[in-house]
């Protein structure tokens, strides 16, 4: 019998929660990135 | 170099190997050596697969990169932290739960022995390859700055990695690891310290000048597919590759098969999620840092010295009269970046203006310096991986070079070792096990698993010696990995597409390989965007292949 991927409701939760805070953290860095980039560019 | 930088780069190596071994528990089943009885904590497994990926290849390259191409190759990462997540509810769980040795153990399970057998051969031949680029990186700089052959540069690395990776298995891997990402961020924030000091402007001068060459241009938001770093390859095909590459390459799925849970697991990859960018960042910064502190230090005309010493015997004159040419624009250059630093208001954008016309006449100088490297010695003339060993060995305070050489030779070996441990790992299980002798016992896998690291370290050394001459070499690894990765993706897609069937995958696979071949060779669509047509190829041809008229598995 083939395995099925667990999709069970705190997996999704899980995810949820999880890719809140990383898009957070990284649209802080990306961010920055961006305002270095805007400020000193020619 | 200073004796002092030898002795740090000696004792450090010492230590990596010795408590590497030292650490390693329980080495003497399959399990033990392969996957750590599954004992290993999150931040040991998370440091270990950001230590992986963290090569000596971006140790020399990717600073080099900062200095002759600024920021943008950081788009590269932008699709990671996605693919981590993503990755964590869905081939963590199901790898780690369903205790495999390898993730193409998996698809045997799911689909078939043929699909196993050709994901982990074509693992096996790129990986394989890879090794030895990764060793090729560190060992050409090391030969040309230190003046010494190749192939024993390749060796001073291949050697004692081969014997901490036999002996210790994974747990020797992982904490070789652990103190790789401790020294490489130290040596970074030291260097980044230390360029700022001597630099004879200010961090907003410093930015202002840089940001005058578009160094620190860091997104692209064209949608150009010929375009090697866009923000939208870096987020689409980014994403693609890292799922491919943390999802179903060995050598990433086995650090997370070893940590303790499937949380653990999970934990560990998210560590790369959070800190990737950032960390590329700092790297990227310090190359960028390079080219300013270049503006006020006359650096090299030609970064390789033996290239340089080439150029010399065979064309002593004409480059002499460039090196003088290249004095007087340097000059001129220094002047102009000057000019940026002290201008304001309105007189910026004037002062940026001909300080980037300075900066153009350096490069068609130094354009022709390695025209003339290209006639004298045949090989390909770019030096952008010489850049930051030159810098280090000329620049730096005796200790600080030797903490960097040793955190190059650290992350080399522990590429490398988690390499050839993974690819070990496939050899024994998904071939030797499986096809050749299924019912041996502990004693004799373990015995074989080590002669097959030592055969993939010897294979890999002799890579490295012939690598030297592809190009820059972060990009060569990553365009190795390329031509397999989307369409190995593809097929663990596929097995989570209820339904779909062993041919589907087998087909699909070999369609979709077809199809990135065709792509690379036929087309100028970057390498990035090749993750995504083999992932979707494997889809659109498995699935519907699945359901035409089959009742197999």
Sequence with gaps: MPEEIPSDGSDRSRFRTTLIRVIIVQVIALGLLLLLQLHYQL | MHWINWLIVVVYVVWVVVDGIRKSKDTDTVSGYFLANKSLSWWVVGLSVMATQLSAVTMIGTPGQGATDGMRFIQ??????????????????????????????????????????????????????????????????????????????????????????????????????????????????????????????????????????????????????????????????????????????????????????????????????????????????????????????????????????????????????????????????????????????????????????????????????????????????????????????????????????????????????AELNALSTASVIDFYRRWMKPDADDAHYLAVSKGATAFWGLFACVVATYAATLGSLIEVVNRFGSFFYGSILGVFLLAMVPGAKSRGAFYGLIIGMATVGFVAFGTTIEYLWQNVIGAVVVLLVGVPLSRIGSTEA
């Design chain 2, 76 to 417: 590269l990462y932008l699709g990671l932290p996605l693919a981590m997540v993503i990755l964590g509810v869905t081939i963590v769980p199901l790898l780690h739960g369903s205790g495999v040795y390898t993730a193409y153990e998996y698809l045997e399970r799911r689909f078939d022995a043929r699909t196993r057998a050709l994901t982990a051969f074509l693992f096996l031949i790129s990986r394989g390859l890879s090794a030895g680029v990764i060793m090729a990186a560190p060992g050409v700089v090391f030969s040309a700055v230190f003046g010494i052959p190749l192939v024993w540069a390749v060796a001073l690395i291949g050697v004692p990695t081969v014997i901490y990776t036999m002996i210790g298995g994974v747990q020797a891997v992982a904490w070789a690891d652990v103190k790789q990402m401790v020294l490489i961020v130290i040596a970074l924030v030291a260097i980044m310290i230390v360029l700022i000091v001597q630099m004879p402007v200010n961090p907003d001068e410093a930015l202002r000048i840089a940001g005058a060459t578009g160094r620190l241009r860091v997104f692209d938001f064209s949608f150009d597919l010929s375009e090697r770093y866009t923000f939208w390859s870096g987020v689409i095909g980014g994403t693609f590759l890292m799922l491919s590459y943390f999802g179903t390459d060995q050598s990433q799925v086995q650090r997370y098969l070893a940590a303790k849970s499937v949380g653990q697991a999970r934990s560990s990859l998210l560590m790369s999620a959070y800190w990737k960018i950032p960390l590329q960042a700092l790297v990227l910064l310090v190359g960028v840092g390079v080219f300013v502190y270049y503006q006020f230090v006359r650096p090299p005309l030609l970064y390789n010295p033996a290239q340089e010493a080439a150029v010399v015997a065979e064309r002593g004159a004409a480059y002499d009269a460039l090196r003088s040419d290249y004095a007087e624009a340097f000059t001129l250059r220094e002047t102009a970046a000057l000019a940026v630093a002290d201008a304001s208001g309105d007189d910026v954008s004037a002062a940026m203006e001909a300080f980037v016309a300075r900066e153009a006449d350096i490069q068609t100088i130094r354009g022709e310096a390695l025209a003339m490297v290209e006639d004298v010695t045949g090989e390909a003339s770019v030096d952008t991986n010489y850049i930051f060993p030159r810098f280090v060995l000329s620049e730096l305070p005796i200790g600080l070079a030797g903490l960097f050489i040793a955190g190059v030779f650290a992350a080399a070996m522990s590429s490398i070792a």
